[in-house]
């Protein structure tokens, strides 16, 4: 059975820094809030929603998803 690939990142860590939600990420972002939530269990974005997440966490993608 094929199984998605675990991805670490600092998705969660930095949403909660920042003290928003899933719904205040989605609405900045652009990312359906299922995605993000995908995204904080390890779930790997395309490169363009991985931008969008970064963007709207005032980051970079490097250190959203270092290594």
Same mark, same amino acid.
């Given at each position: ?9 600092? !998705?969660? +860590? ?6 928003? @939600? ?10 359906? #809030?299922?995605?993000?939530?995908? !995204?904080? +269990? ?6 363009? @929603? ?10 970079? #993608? ?6």
């Amino acid at each position: 059975m094929w199984r998605k690939p675990m991805v670490k990142n600092k !998705v969660k +860590q930095r949403r909660q820094e920042m003290g928003i @939600t899933l719904d205040q990420l989605s609405a900045k972002s652009g990312v359906p #809030v299922s995605t993000i939530s995908d !995204v904080e +269990q390890g779930g790997e974005p395309r490169v363009k @929603t991985a931008q969008r997440i970064a963007h709207a966490l005032l980051c970079t #993608v490097d250190e959203l998803w270092p290594d």
